[in-house]
């Protein structure tokens, strides 16, 4: 029940009208206080918020070493097919950028050599 409800009011938020989600909601509301089931309303908000958490986490995001390399970053990533927003200072790479989008990702940074090239020499 609590996915029905979780997957109906998603999917009325992914479609952009304010009034129509808020409408579902309030709907959502009188039926579950009409039900005698108010009880479920925390799990239904626990789900959704795992939904958004899950979204966010999934979204291409790039990250680069300085803040000067973000437009090239956006650019490049951009032209290898991954589209994000905005590109975000990752402090541990030392150079270069890296992007990832659903389970790819694109390393374009010094980090990755270094990291091997310790293995190497300490192995």
């Known amino acids: ?6 997957h109906v009011l998603e999917a ?3 479609e952009g009208e304010r009034e129509a989600a808020d409408a579902a909601v309030t709907k ?3 039926h579950l206080k009409s ?3 108010m009880k479920m309303l925390p799990q239904i908000l626990r789900e959704l918020e ?4 899950r979204r966010l986490a999934l979204r291409p995001k790039v990250e680069v070493a300085s803040a000067g ?3 090239a970053a956006l650019r490049a990533a951009a032209h290898q097919g991954m589209k994000a927003e905005r590109a975000t200072v990752n402090p541990s790479l030392i150079r270069g950028w890296r992007a990832t989008s659903a389970g790819q990702l694109i390393d374009h940074s ?10 190497k020499s300490t192995t």
């Open 35 to 37: 039900t005698g089931r």
């Open 1 to 6: 029940m609590i996915d029905s409800y979780t």
């Open 28 to 30: 959502l509301v009188a």
């Open 110 to 119: 010094a980090k990755r050599g270094l990291i091997s090239l310790y293995q």
């Open 50 to 53: 795992k939904v958004a958490a």
């Open 12 to 14: 009325e938020a992914a």
């Open 69 to 71: 390399e973000c437009a």
